[in-house]
Nanobody, 118 residues
């Protein structure tokens, strides 16, 4: 059973930085994509950034150049470095893992709140 635990959320002023961490426990399939999603009040959950086990990364246009996703596979941890934060970045941020082996498995973390004040 795979579990994801996020940390690092909090309150920050506009222009500030935060780093989110997502630690995965359990059996992680070698072929996987780790991602960060966010959901603001009244809005749909959206992809922020993802990083595959093959080294590919993908970013939402709204965070390109400000956010950086990285992974430490030895620690089964994925990070989201968020710089130049804006009030519109305020949301609950969720870690996501999609894995493929003999079967497909998708897991979500519980979410961590990021609040950016103006």
């Amino acid at each position: 059973q795979v579990q994801l635990v996020e940390s690092g959320g909090g309150l920050v002023q506009a222009g500030g930085s935060l780093r989110l961490s997502c630690a995965a426990s359990g059996s992680i399939f070698s072929r996987n994509v780790m991602g960060w999603y966010r959901q603001a009040p009244g809005k749909q959950r959206e992809l922020v950034a993802s990083a595959s086990s093959g080294g590919l990364t993908n970013y939402a246009d709204s965070v390109l150049g400000r956010f950086t996703i990285s992974r430490d596979d030895a620690k089964n941890t994925v990070y989201l470095q968020m710089n130049s934060l804006k009030p519109e970045d305020t949301a609950v941020y969720y870690c996501n893992a999609r894995m493929w082996a003999a079967r497909y498995l998708e897991v979500w973390g519980q979410g961590t709140l990021v609040t950016v004040s103006s």
